[in-house]
């Protein structure tokens, strides 16, 4: 050793390499922390690793093969610096030279995640393209997909999603020829993201499940963590909380059973965010509380505290506690300032600005709408512009500024599509269009927009939304048709209770209770209008099949008086769904659309439907499945 006294006359012994039992002791060794990594014991997996480096000498490709995993342990726990620095020391290329191939390829494919994670991504592609070039030479399958899937995460980070998607492919192609599970598992993982970016949900959830397959069985907790974590976001961009719900009470299982504190705290907040939008606020407070306090154990500044706080925000400002809701949404500011999410920052404005118009201040809200607006259209994010231009239409409604409401408006629809993922968007800025029509006294177009807003609300499983367009169509047909107000207003009331919505309680209240019947003349002068603007409404929705079928169930309720409206179909994998009802119990439809569905034929069904005093309409699209109208 350098340094070294050596008495006179002794021989310096050359270094004793591991002889082979030992040696195969510790790669077995290091292949049990490779497995504790897969469950996502990563404390566990440090403490190993760094007892084998301490015990391990003279034999270089081991020690880089351990240090290797020390720097993924570290960087499964958002030590990224600390990744880093456990493999620095091979940036010397003296350091490499005694290393096997296969250990070298794998040591810097991990250093080059680390700067990626640095944000070093010139230096990450740098080094990593350098690397495929000797794998490449080497025709090495397993080294090639790993640098595939480690090119594919760093233009992932710099948001080039195209590019990202090739990598991961060809890792995919590359770990097929060698049968690792691991690799196959990470590459369709890479790939669905790739489809999540570029709006392909459906896509996305295939290339989850095959990556589910691949895991199978195995003890792989924190990769299935991940896996139905993402697979919920997909159904969330695809407006199926309930199967979100599903999906994150899995994920948040598997994430209890590792160290990874962080991502539970993300899991529980999104049940909550799922759970809020079908109804459940009770068990969405206790989520968002459990999310709370899973952060405070894991004493993570870094995490999802800001959106933790937000979500708490936004539940109190629908139930009317603004005191609560004005602390939790100053913190949550404060805590995304601190991290300099610009996101956060941007989501937290826009929930303030909310908090401000339910206090009755439009002016607070512009302030913080128009800063929103601002930062959302730095970041270049797309809905978060819609979401901040919906917000100032609103507060310039709530100042009287109508034509100001109005170009907001215009703009949101401009930036809008047909698209899933637009829903939310289309159906809250028709809800605020029916905000400006009542504004100037033409409640026939008020009433055609809260319609829609309604049918738009009901697909995505928006109870307070719904609610809250229910309550706007109500109101909108309190002078010409009472009767149907009053049914409007009673469903919202009945909602606002069971929600706990408690503004809009009163309002809803007051509102029936001063209906009066108004003038038969009125009733009719309203009618050729009204009659247009549904076939409007249903023109407008016939970019979506399922937004149709609701539309047309809505309308033929409205219009016919009829107790029971509903539109049945037997979708491809042979399964007998009510795309549609007005009237009737949940249980009980689905008894209807079993019967009309299981009809050997045309007169059967009828009969049926005669018996119940209904009438029956086949809808026979030509590129898509027939569905049954039924109204009773």
Request: proline share 3%; glycine share 6%.
């Amino acid at each position: 050793m350098v340094g070294q006294v050596v008495p006179l006359g002794q021989v310096v012994q050359p270094p004793v390499p591991l002889q082979e039992p030992e040696r195969r002791h510790r790669l077995e060794e290091l292949e049990e922390t490779r497995v504790l990594l897969d469950g996502g014991r990563t404390v566990d997996a440090e403490s190993r690793l760094r007892q084998i480096i301490r015990a391990t000498r003279y034999d270089d490709s081991l020690l880089a093969r351990a240090r290797t995993l020390l720097s993924i342990a570290l960087e499964m726990q958002g030590r990224h610096r600390d990744s880093l620095d456990a493999l620095v020391m091979y940036e010397d290329p003296r350091a490499l030279a005694p290393i096997d191939a296969e250990t070298s390829v794998l040591l810097r494919v991990q250093m080059g995640i680390a700067y990626n994670y640095l944000g070093d991504h010139p230096k990450a592609i740098a080094l990593l393209n350098s690397t495929l070039r000797d794998a490449t030479a080497a025709n090495s399958n397993s080294q090639l997909g790993a640098l595939y899937l480690a090119l594919a995460r760093v233009y992932r980070r710099i948001s080039e999603h195209p590019i990202a998607r090739g990598h991961s492919e060809r890792s995919l192609e590359h770990f097929r020829l060698t049968g690792d599970w691991r690799g196959m598992a990470e590459s369709y993982f890479a790939i669905a993201l790739a489809e999540i970016y570029e709006g392909g949900y459906e896509a996305a959830l295939e290339n989850y499940e095959q990556a589910l397959k691949l895991v199978g069985d195995r003890p792989a907790a924190y990769m299935l963590g991940r896996i139905y974590s993402n697979m919920a976001g997909a159904h969330w961009y695809l407006r199926r909380p309930h199967e979100g719900i599903r999906l994150l009470e899995k994920s948040i299982d598997y994430y209890e059973r590792t160290d990874h504190r962080i991502e539970s705290a993300n899991g529980y907040n999104n049940l909550g965010i799922n759970l809020m939008l079908v109804g459940d606020w009770r068990r969405a407070e206790e989520m968002y509380e459990r999310a709370l306090a899973v952060t405070a154990e894991a004493d993570e500044q870094a995490g999802p505290l800001p959106m933790i706080l937000d979500s708490l925000a936004e539940l109190h400002t629908l139930r009317g506690d603004l005191t609560k809701a004005q602390h939790y949404v100053n913190l949550a500011y404060e805590a995304a300032i601190q991290q300099g999410r610009k996101w956060y920052i941007c989501q937290t404005l826009r929930t303030r600005g909310r908090c401000h118009l339910a206090a009755g201040n439009p002016g607070g809200a512009l302030e913080d709408g128009r800063a929103a607006l601002e930062m959302a259209e730095k970041i270049g994010d797309r809905q978060a512009v819609c979401d901040s231009r919906l917000l100032l239409a609103e507060a310039q409604l709530d100042r009287g500024e109508i034509a100001e409401c109005e170009s907001e408006l215009r703009k949101v629809s401009e930036q809008t599509s047909n698209s899933t993922a637009d829903l939310p968007h289309a159906a809250e800025a028709q809800r605020v269009q029916g905000r400006l029509a009542q504004a100037r006294n033409d409640h026939t177009l008020a009433a055609h927009h809260f319609g829609r807003a309604v049918s738009i609300f009901s697909i995505l499983s928006d109870k307070y939304r719904t609610s809250l367009a229910l309550f706007g169509l109500g109101r909108s047909y309190e002078c010409s048709q009472p009767e149907r107000a009053a049914e409007h207003l009673s469903r919202a009331l009945q909602a606002f209770r069971e929600l706990g919505a408690v503004p809009y309680i009163g309002r809803a209240e007051e509102a029936l209770a001063a209906l009066q019947i108004g003038a038969p003349e009125q009733r009719q002068a309203e009618h050729t209008a009204f009659a247009q603007l549904l076939t409007l409404r249903l023109a407008e929705a016939t970019a979506s099949r399922e937004l149709l079928l609701r539309e047309l169930a809505a309308v033929l309720h409205q219009e016919t008086g009829a107790s029971r409206v509903l539109v049945t179909e037997l979708d491809e994998e042979g399964t007998i769904r009510v795309a549609a009802s007005h009237g009737g119990t949940a249980e009980d439809n689905q008894r209807v659309a079993e019967q009309l569905c299981m009809a050997k034929n045309e007169q059967e069904r009828d009969d049926y439907a005669r018996a119940r005093g209904a009438a029956t309409v086949m809808l026979r699209p030509t590129n898509a499945a027939p569905a049954v109208v039924y109204v009773e």
